[in-house]
């Protein structure tokens, strides 16, 4: 991270990477297929935590808040051992590069079918599993960008139960009228 | 189509899709950069017929049912242009070869921020316009690959709607116990 920050990281070469962590490129190509994959190094990790959680989930519990429970738990241990400053970092890197970009959809694709099947070994049902899955990932996004981009960051775990409330009333609404629209009309270019 | 079910999608070359379409290799590189954005031909003209429909509704409709309705008649018009046989082709090399998935992830994404941006135009606010769009992708995902699994598919519209039924009832559930969990116990490896 120090290296793609100060040289970019489409400048930033496996050498480099390789020499700042004071190994041999050998054995970075040991650990990861590319200089990309260093930035998704805790993403079976997360995967891993996620499932684990659900797991072992009170078999009570609804599967929305089975998932955004496991989420907010991952999103805490996640702040707890990540620099805020190096969360930013990597986000920033993620927007700002359409190939790692990519690779993020690739890691919470994956992150949603392995919690769609998580549920369904609980016993909840399809489309209820995928859903669930869906609605939580969205949920986690939501507030892990409000998370990172609030000047004076609160924990992430609140944001995502503030994201999940707001799902919740999104998906509440009916098709009437709502207070969500402001009254102001939209112009038109 | 008719060469990637032939010969393999990965045996398959450009040269021989712009014979198969009787144009030249040039011609083919003017209109796609390779073999793969051919099965993305209509993801740029799904985006809009979306985003025009989520402008032009109703300004008392909710954000959720705004997206919906606007998925649903998107998935009617696909319905009506694609021969079953063809969707079905596509979305079988989508789950098969991860250069395409990855490709389809994109494409929702970028689905996902403009039904999100269209949302906001009309006055949503954040979060629920995020929320809402991701909402919908994952009923239009989750009822796309009911109505092509189907042996007898009914309408693309008709899952779409079950699928927000589904979402809804997902969302409305509170921790407690549910009758969503099956009775019989999860067995463990």
Do not use: C, N
């Not at 392995?114 to 969205?138: C, D, F, H, M, Y």
Request: charged share 35%.
């Amino acid at each position: 991270m120090e290296l793609f920050q100060e040289r970019g990281y489409v400048q930033t070469t496996v050498e480099e990477v390789a020499a700042r962590a004071g190994v041999t490129e050998r054995t970075f190509f040991r650990y990861f297929a590319d200089k990309r994959e260093v930035l998704f190094s805790g993403a079976k990790e997360l995967e891993k935590g996620i499932v684990d959680r659900i797991e072992s989930a009170p078999r009570e519990a609804s599967p929305l808040h089975t998932v955004v429970a496991a989420f907010e738990a991952a999103g805490a241990e996640l702040q707890d051992r990540r620099d805020l400053r190096f969360v930013r970092a990597r986000y920033a890197l993620v927007t700002k590069h359409a190939e790692i970009q990519e690779r993020e959809l690739i890691k919470m694709a994956s992150l949603a079918m392995a919690v769609a099947k998580a549920l369904r070994a609980r016993g909840v049902s399809e489309p209820a599993a995928s859903l669930a899955a869906e609605a939580g990932i969205a949920v986690f996004k939501v507030g892990f960008e409000r998370w990172v981009s609030e000047r004076k960051p609160r924990d992430f775990a609140a944001h995502i139960r503030a994201a999940v409330d707001a799902l919740r009333a999104v998906a509440a609404e009916r098709k009437g009228p709502t207070g969500r629209l402001k009254k102001k009309p939209t112009r038109r270019a």
